[in-house]
């Protein structure tokens, strides 16, 4: 999926550059190797992991089972205090150490 939108944003760069027939070649599957598909691609795989670590801390949080216990001591809620979102912010993985 990532290089189909590489793709697709590398040739609207380069047909607003006048580039287009280089852009017909990279929307009809070509063209990889061009440089624009190649940074469209890098910076879509970045802002993919930080996606994915903003989901995964979501999805914690939205388990009713983080929130709910017989008294509030004991739910991970009390005791994760912000740290799953916190480290999910700062590009690591922490909140998996609530799932152990």
Do not use: C
Not at 23 to 32: E, F, H, K, L
């Amino acid at each position: 999926m990532a290089i189909r939108r590489a793709r697709e944003a590398a040739a609207d760069y380069l047909a607003a550059r006048g580039l287009t027939s280089d852009a017909a070649i990279v929307r009809q599957g070509g063209g990889d190797d061009f440089p624009e598909v190649a940074i469209a691609l890098a910076l879509l795989r970045g802002q993919e992991g930080e996606r994915g670590r903003y989901e995964r801390a979501l999805r914690t949080y939205a388990d009713p089972d983080f929130w709910e216990a017989d008294i509030a001591e004991a739910t991970l809620a009390y005791h994760d205090r912000g740290l799953i979102a916190r480290a999910a912010l700062t590009g690591r993985e922490l909140f998996e150490i609530h799932r152990d």
